[in-house]
C-alpha cells in the first residue's frame, strides 16, 4: 500500500478555539485516528507546536545556520499530521475528507516520493 502525507492546515492569526469547542474537536480528531487504526491505515499523527517555535537550520558558505522561527512566512500552517496507507489516491482523499471533517480545518493530501499512483 501507499503512504500519504495528511497535513492540518492552521490559519495562522486565528483565534484559538474555546476550551469547550476544542474538546469536541480532539474527540473526533480522536475518534478519526481510531478509524484509521481500525481500518489499518494509520502509520504515525501528531500535532506540532506553534511556528515560532521553529528552528531553521541552512547551510551557507560551509557554515550551519541557525534562525529562530518558521522557513517561511505564510497565511496557514502544518498544525498537525497524519501518516496513512492507502491503496490509492482516492482512498487517501476519503481519510483527508474525514480528517477535515474531524479538525474543521483544511487537510492536505499528498504522495510521498515514489507513491503516486
Do not use: C, H, N
Not at 541552512?58 to 522557513?71: E, V
Amino acid at each position: 500500500m501507499k503512504q500519504y502525507l495528511l497535513s492540518v492546515l492552521t490559519p495562522t492569526g486565528a483565534t484559538p478555539p474555546s476550551p469547550e469547542q476544542l474538546a469536541e474537536i480532539m474527540q473526533r480528531v480522536e475518534a478519526y485516528d481510531q478509524g484509521l487504526k481500525d481500518a489499518g491505515a494509520w502509520v504515525f499523527s501528531g500535532g506540532l507546536e506553534a511556528p515560532s517555535t521553529a528552528t531553521v537550520i541552512r547551510q551557507k558558505d560551509g557554515d550551519m545556520l541557525l534562525t529562530d522561527g518558521p522557513f517561511t512566512v505564510g497565511k496557514e500552517y502544518v498544525g498537525g499530521f497524519s501518516i496513512v496507507r492507502a491503496p490509492d489516491l482516492d482512498a487517501a482523499l476519503e481519510w483527508g475528507r474525514k480528517a477535515a471533517q474531524a479538525t474543521t480545518l483544511p487537510i492536505e493530501v499528498r504522495p510521498f516520493v515514489g507513491e503516486a499512483s
